[in-house]
């Protein structure tokens, strides 16, 4: 069965510290790894990644994909308040998606 | 574009009654998908169509619940009857098929329908 974890579950920082989320997977026939924001409402669309080694960015946020031991991390520079939410990893081995528990994120000022 | 559109927002109900829940995907997109979420399993897939055919309903928990999609604009969620454990937030997603067996595919979540089942 896909499988999807999210290490840490919660994280409590400071404003201006960097952290790294992680997100392991089990998927037959992978496709995809995508990770998810989602503050009070629906989770939005943050990175897709398919290939290994290849870093995406977008301003302070940036996330890697090793397909080989099968991990993606999401990494945060300078945090600020407003980065609190709960960080959502899913797999894409198909169309039918399966998601971690999510990590909650806490940014204190 | 509208994204996707999800009723009601809120609904408080009694155990026992019936609840349906609405969603409008994106135009153009394929895939619809329903989710709930609860602090306790997180973001769980309940059954998702395809061109309007259920194609993987295994996460539907029971017969109480049952869903459907009679056009391409237009998917329900039923519960009946609703028991105060059905208590989540319920989201619908949308998605257009991968362009490459590479590429695959974001979903777009609508805003989702707190149901409270007292």
């Known amino acids: 069965e896909d499988k999807v974890v999210q290490s840490p579950l919660s994280l409590v920082v400071h404003e201006g510290d960097t952290v790294t989320l992680n997100c392991s997977y089990e998927?037959?026939?992978?496709?995809?790894l995508l990770w998810y924001k989602q503050e009070k409402k629906a989770p939005t669309f943050l990175f897709m990644l398919?290939?290994?080694?290849i870093e995406k960015k977008s301003g302070r946020l940036s996330s890697i994909l090793d397909k080989k031991e099968l991990f993606s991390i999401l990494n945060i520079t300078a945090t600020q308040t407003g980065d609190s939410a709960v960080y959502l990893c899913?797999?894409?081995?198909?169309?039918?998606?399966?998601f971690g528990k999510g990590m909650k994120l806490t940014v204190n000022p | 574009d509208a994204g996707v559109i999800q009723s009601p927002r809120h609904e408080v109900t009694e155990m026992g009654q019936e609840v349906t829940l609405r969603c409008k995907p994106i135009?153009?997109?394929?895939?619809l998908f329903w989710y709930r979420q609860t602090m306790m399993r997180g973001l769980e897939l309940l059954i998702y169509?395809?061109?309007?055919?259920?194609?993987?309903d295994s996460g539907m928990p029971e017969d109480r619940f049952s869903a459907k999609m009679p056009n391409a604009s237009f998917s329900t969620l039923k519960i009946q009857p609703s028991e105060p454990r059905d208590s989540a937030v319920y989201f619908c997603?949308?998605?257009?098929?991968?362009?490459?067996?590479?590429?695959?595919?974001?979903?777009?979540f609508g805003e989702g329908s707190w149901l409270t089942v007292v």
């Open positions: 997603a949308s998605s257009s098929p991968p362009r490459g067996i590479s590429s695959g595919n974001t979903i777009y």
């Open positions: 135009s153009g997109h394929d895939y």
């Open positions: 998927v037959t026939n992978f496709r995809s």
């Open positions: 899913t797999q894409g081995g198909s169309e039918k998606l399966v």
């Open positions: 398919t290939s290994s080694g």
């Open positions: 169509f395809n061109n309007n055919v259920p194609i993987d």
